[in-house]
């Protein structure tokens, strides 16, 4: 398979986040046309994804990267096939359709700059998501989606539904992560690898290996929650709380399917198996099912297109794990119609509620001729995901069938599961599509009129484009369609499917399907009522599982926090070393390997011995102190004479260190002491003091055995000889100690620095706090007297 590198992909991966920097200003100069000039970044980004297409579709692959770091095998790296090229165009493409689509949705907005910057944030990530070749990278940006997300979903933060539903995105995605987190950090272990394209061809290593199930349920785990499989289907409904420009881009083209390309991704690598072949149809049946059959039951032109987002997602899944000829043509036909048909619709509901004021489909009708534009892409986008020729949807819905037609029980219920599905989604195809458009018309809140031009260009050319894929369906297919199923099947497949229907059972099942679905449209009212009384019967859904699990986890916390932490600082740092005695003495005791005892040293001058002496009695004054002030000042002087014995084993740097530390140690707590309101003395009982004492005891005993076994063994000069080498040729810094400070440790000694800084400003902070309160409350008790009687008082006080 030929390569080619692609030196400007990194250019065209930041173009969102570039973006996402100058939107905020941009906007706050231009308003809403500023969506113009930042549409360009994606549609940049888009024309360099097209440049790649031929090369794609003769076979070869696009990588390049940095080297991050060589010896873990980490890399800054982009990976571009079928697959990833064919989700890049959809960011990109799309993107730049739904920045032009907030600009007319979100005019007048105070945040739009803000919006602007979250939704072109968000971009960059999904497509970060769908390039990377890096392990980590993916990782990175996968998080990045969730968080990005979290916050276009909240961006009402004021309606307490909008941060609900962000919370729980973020819950659901976040920790799907941390599951994809673990099943990638096994899969590197398993094969060695750190690379996307390098994992494809080592199959078969990864699937022998024991502990492929484990990774492929914590990739499950990741894809599942990602991609709103049941049952974990329940946040992205939820998520419709965000402005419809988020919905039509998130939940239908974008983050939703983040999990069905991984799935898609992993295929050649984990895909095969029983489990796989499993696991990934039982699931994708069930969510199309579920999704579906909820969608039914919505009136929300949102809610509707919502579900049917789950249902989908079901079917891709369920697709891409259906290990049959013609299933991978399927899923791809079908994941780049979705997410045409999908983003229109999301964008015509926007419209009709912009321009209306209501997404309430019982109240909608007649709006063909006050909305001409948006009733065309509406209907041409319902055609489409109804299955109808001549559109894109059409082509996918007769691949999916002879995909899944078969005579083996397996093939008949997951036949009968697609037809069923299906046919609910035409039924609401056409409810969002045609029904607000024809009939009467009726009054809404709003007097119903065509949007501007920013609102209906993108679902118009979503639609027109499902309809052009569709007529030149041979062009489509070398461009795409076979590039992208290819590089899911892991060899070369290619893509046939015409406008000309299949005959056969396929063609038998396509007007099955419409025929219920047109069935179900006649009778969406009563359909609605029948599926709210089998929700209603089946009672607590997922949806208030999770309230009543993060209710449980916190009355939990609540508990825990409250039994472990009563409040005692004693208690805290009694168990802390406690906690420290057991680590240092355990591990002997239970090994035991405890160190030989040192030699006495005979070399020792009187002047050491003295210091050692000094050392010691500061120890013993300690202890015997009758306050704490003597106390403290003994602890001093302990600590001044370890710092004497420093300078004489010649670390003066070392010493001087804790000169510093020593002083500033008896100076703050002797400060701290006299602000505190403490007997002078320590008034433990016996008990309590033999008890701290062994504790202290225990460490002391296990630091010095830790000490002992770390100086019987063997010097290694290795990092003494790197430093003493390259401290001065490097750095070019003669101190050792210096250098190792400030250049090979820089950037974790301004951490510490950093610390320090925000530990003294908060504090600061903290005492400004408590300073406020008490001037406020002074001068609320203080009488208030005006300029003429202030002399006054002062003379009377004069004479008294």
């Given amino acids: 398979m030929p390569v080619l590198t692609g030196d400007l992909t990194w250019i065209a991966m930041l173009l969102p986040f570039a973006g996402a920097l100058v939107a905020p200003w941009l906007t706050s100069r231009l308003g809403a046309s500023a969506a113009w000039l930042l549409a360009l970044f994606p549609a940049l980004a888009f024309l360099h994804f097209v440049g790649f297409m031929p090369e794609i579709a003769a076979g070869e692959v696009v990588t390049g990267g940095y080297a991050w770091v060589p010896s873990l095998n980490l890399s800054f790296s982009w990976f571009l096939d079928g697959l990833s090229l064919t989700f890049a165009l959809l960011i990109t493409g799309i993107g730049a359709l739904i920045v032009l689509y907030a600009g007319g949705y979100m005019k007048g907005h105070v945040q739009q700059g803000r919006f602007f910057a979250y939704i072109l944030l968000f971009m960059g990530a999904m497509l970060g998501v769908v390039v990377s070749d890096s392990l980590l990278m993916l990782f990175v940006f996968w998080e990045l989606t969730s968080i990005t997300s979290f916050l276009l979903i909240g961006f009402d933060h004021g309606r307490e539904a909008a941060r609900r539903a962000a919370l729980q995105a973020l819950v659901v995605t976040g920790g799907g992560g941390l599951l994809l987190l673990a099943g990638l950090i096994l899969i590197w272990n398993i094969t060695g690898v750190s690379q996307l394209s390098l994992l494809l061809h080592m199959g078969d290593n990864l699937r022998a290996s024991p502990f492929y199930l484990a990774a492929l349920f914590l990739v499950l785990g990741g894809a599942f929650t990602k991609s709103a499989q049941f049952p ?74 919502a579900y049917t987002t789950v249902a989908s997602l079901g079917l891709l899944v369920m697709l891409t794990g259906f290990d049959t000829p013609y299933a991978v043509e399927a899923a791809v036909l079908y994941l780049v119609a979705h997410s045409l048909f999908k983003g229109a619709l999301f964008m015509v509901a926007g419209i009709i509620d912009h321009e209306t004021g209501t997404r309430d489909v019982r109240k909608l009708s007649g709006l063909r001729k006050a909305m001409p534009i948006t009733f065309a892409a509406a209907l041409i986008a319902a055609l489409s995901m109804g299955g109808l020729p001549p559109l894109f949807g059409f082509l996918a819905k007769e691949e999916i069938y002879t995909a899944l037609v078969g005579s083996n029980p397996r093939a008949v219920v997951f036949t009968a599961v697609a037809v069923f599905g299906n046919a609910l989604m035409f039924a609401i195809a056409f409810a969002v599509g045609l029904k607000p458009f024809i009939g009467p018309q009726v009054k809404t809140p709003k007097h119903a009129h065509e949007g501007p031009a920013l609102l209906w260009l993108g679902p118009l050319k979503l639609a027109l484009l499902g309809l052009i894929l569709a007529i030149f369906a041979p062009l489509t297919h070398w461009l795409i369609s076979s590039p992208m199923a290819s590089a899911i099947d892991g060899e070369a497949k290619t893509v046939s499917i015409s406008l000309i229907p299949h005959l056969g059972v396929p063609l038998v099942l396509s007007l099955l399907t419409i025929a219920l679905g047109v069935l179900i449209y006649r009778n969406l009212d009563r359909a609605r009522a029948l599926v709210a009384e089998l929700v209603e019967s089946i009672g607590t859904g997922p949806d208030r599982g999770f309230d009543h699990a993060i209710s449980g986890l916190v009355k939990l916390s609540f508990h825990v926090t409250r039994r472990l932490q009563g409040g005692r600082l004693e208690v805290y740092i009694t168990s802390t070393f406690i906690l420290l005695a057991v680590v240092l003495l355990l591990p002997p005791l239970v090994y035991g390997e405890f160190p030989g005892l040192p030699a006495w040293p005979v070399n020792l001058r009187f002047h050491e011995l003295a210091i050692f002496a000094i050392a010691v009695i500061g120890v013993l004054a300690v202890l015997t102190a009758k ?9 001093g002087i302990q600590g001044f004479a370890i710092a004497v014995i420093f300078l004489l084993f010649g670390a003066p740097d070392l010493s001087f260190t804790q000169f510093m530390v020593e002083t500033l140690s008896v100076v703050i707590l002797a400060l701290v002491m006299s602000r505190l309101r403490l007997s002078p003395s320590d008034h433990r009982p016996l008990w309590a003091t033999f008890g701290d004492g062994a504790v202290a005891v225990a460490c002391g005993t296990g630091f010095a055995l830790l000490l002992m076994a770390s100086t019987e063994m063997p010097f290694d000069t290795t990092l003494t000889e790197f430093f003493n080498t390259y401290s001065k040729a490097i750095a070019h810094g003669a101190n050792v100690v210096n250098v190792i400070i400030v250049d090979f440790r820089g950037v974790d000694t301004l951490g510490e620095i950093s610390v320090v800084m925000i530990t003294g400003l908060s504090i600061l902070a903290l005492i400004r706090v408590r300073a406020r309160p008490a001037a406020l409350a002074v001068a609320q008790t203080t009488p208030v007297a005006d300029e003429t009687a202030q002399p006054a008082r002062k003379k009377k006080g004069a004479k008294k």
């Fill in 232 to 305: 974990f289907h329940f946040w992205l409904p939820n998520a419709m709380e965000a402005p419809t420009p988020v919905s039509a881009y998130l939940h239908s083209a974008t983050m939703v399917k983040a999990g069905v390309y991984l799935l898609m991704r992993l295929n050649p690598a984990m895909g095969g198996t029983p489990a796989w072949e499993i696991l990934l149809p039982f699931f994708g049946g069930i969510t199309l099912i579920v999704g579906a059959v909820l969608a039914i039951r919505q009136t929300d032109l949102k809610l509707m297109l």
């Fill in 627 to 635: 306050d704490r002030l003597t106390a403290i000042v003994c602890l």
